[in-house]
């Protein structure tokens, strides 16, 4: 068993064990941060492996999360049904989005998915009939899994930790795989990999659709959390939000979407019951991650690890002299 694994079987272990030792307060704060930590690693697709830098992908996000609080409002609240719709929502709306976006590259590139969110987060904004429009969908009915009522916040959070372990190890799974390996290579050198007789474009495709459907699924998760769905989830800004947690906690790695997450959450909690200007302060972190910590945190335990690691031998070496020097005398 190698020590990746190992780790997670802990993590996983740890995820278990915490509605034994906190309150619901922690548990609610907990499950909030799995969600968006699955929404971090559906963009980390695009920006960490792919280099594709998107500002408009709280749409799926949001098309997630309209999705299932319709279908449980108007049909059925299985958990399951509203999870699996959503993805295939998501999906289907991101290949649709995604032939126009992955023919452009860089700053077009992130102008085209800001564009088309803030299209979507019109449409759902003027929707009044469909949507609620600005007032959102409230009075949602408790989600249902089976015949276990997930109203109970424990078997809630138990079912957010499933999808998120699932999610996690596709993921894990995509990034290591053949596949994986050639959207590394796009974000290194495209032209590279095309020289190379790669269809580029077809990679970031269908990397795009992945990103989307895995956004579907954090929508889902997180109405189903919330009870409410509002225009704000699809707005440009959730979008600004998700892509600070990813660079935060370090694009290009799957625990670092993670960290970030669970760091802005938890600063977002902290920072704003002191002050109304808690976003003020939260850019202020951001800039100065960017400037001094620019590959995140995951960057910053690494670098602290071979730091370590180079001044071990020093002092084994420092060891070595002085024991020879004794023996010498």
Same mark, same amino acid.
């Given at each position: 068993m190698n020590r990746q694994v190992f780790m997670g079987i802990v993590a996983v272990i =740890?995820?278990?064990?915490?509605?034994?030792?906190?309150?619901?307060?922690?548990?609610?704060?907990?499950?909030?941060?799995?969600?968006?930590?699955v929404f971090a690693l559906s963009l980390n697709v695009l920006v960490g492996y792919t280099g594709l830098v998107s500002l408009g992908h709280a749409a799926f996000f949001g098309i997630g999360a309209y999705a299932s609080a319709? =279908?449980?409002?108007?049909? $059925?609240?299985?958990?399951?049904?509203?999870?699996?719709?959503? @993805?295939?929502?998501?999906?289907a709306a991101s290949a649709v989005i995604g032939l126009f976006c992955v023919k452009a590259d860089g700053f077009y590139f992130l102008m085209l998915t800001l564009a088309f969110s803030q299209?979507?987060?019109s449409f @759902?904004?003027? #929707?009044?009939?469909?949507?609620?429009? $600005?007032?959102? =969908?409230?009075?949602?009915p408790s989600p249902m899994l089976g015949t276990i009522d997930l109203s109970n916040p424990v078997f809630l959070y138990y079912s957010i930790v499933l999808v998120f372990v699932v999610v996690y190890i596709v993921l894990g799974l995509i990034v290591k795989s053949p596949f994986g390996h050639v959207l590394i290579g796009?974000?290194?050198?495209?032209?590279?990999?095309?020289?190379? *007789?790669?269809?580029?474009?077809?990679?970031?495709?269908?990397?795009?659709i992945i990103a989307g459907a895995i956004g579907g699924i954090s929508g889902a998760l997180y109405s189903n959390?919330?009870?409410?769905?509002?225009?704000?989830?699809?707005?440009w800004t959730m979008s600004g939000s998700v892509l600070i947690m990813v660079l935060i906690g370090g694009a290009g790695t799957?625990? *670092?979407?993670?960290?970030?997450?669970?760091?802005?959450?938890?600063?977002e909690t902290i920072v704003s019951s002191y002050t109304t200007v808690w976003t003020m302060i939260i850019g202020i972190i951001f800039i100065l991650f960017v400037v001094f910590m620019p590959q995140?945190? @995951?960057?910053?335990?690494?670098?602290?690890?071979?730091?370590?690691?180079?001044?071990?031998?020093? #002092?084994?070496?420092g060891t070595k002299s002085l024991v020879n020097n004794e023996a010498n005398q």
């Open positions: =740890l995820l278990i064990a915490v509605p034994f030792f906190f309150s619901l307060f922690y548990l609610n704060l907990l499950a909030e941060i799995l969600v968006l930590a319709l =279908l449980a409002k108007e049909w $059925s609240p299985q958990f399951l049904l509203t999870l699996l719709a959503s @993805v295939l929502i998501a999906a299209m979507i987060y @759902v904004h003027q #929707s009044t009939t469909i949507t609620g429009g $600005s007032n959102g =969908l409230s009075g949602l796009i974000r290194e050198n495209e032209m590279r990999m095309k020289a190379m *007789g790669y269809n580029t474009a077809l990679y970031k495709y269908i990397a795009f959390l919330n009870g409410f769905v509002s225009p704000n989830d699809v707005y799957m625990v *670092g979407p993670v960290l970030g997450a669970a760091f802005i959450v938890i600063l995140g945190l @995951v960057g910053f335990a690494r670098l602290f690890q071979k730091l370590a690691a180079h001044r071990l031998p020093i #002092s084994q070496k």
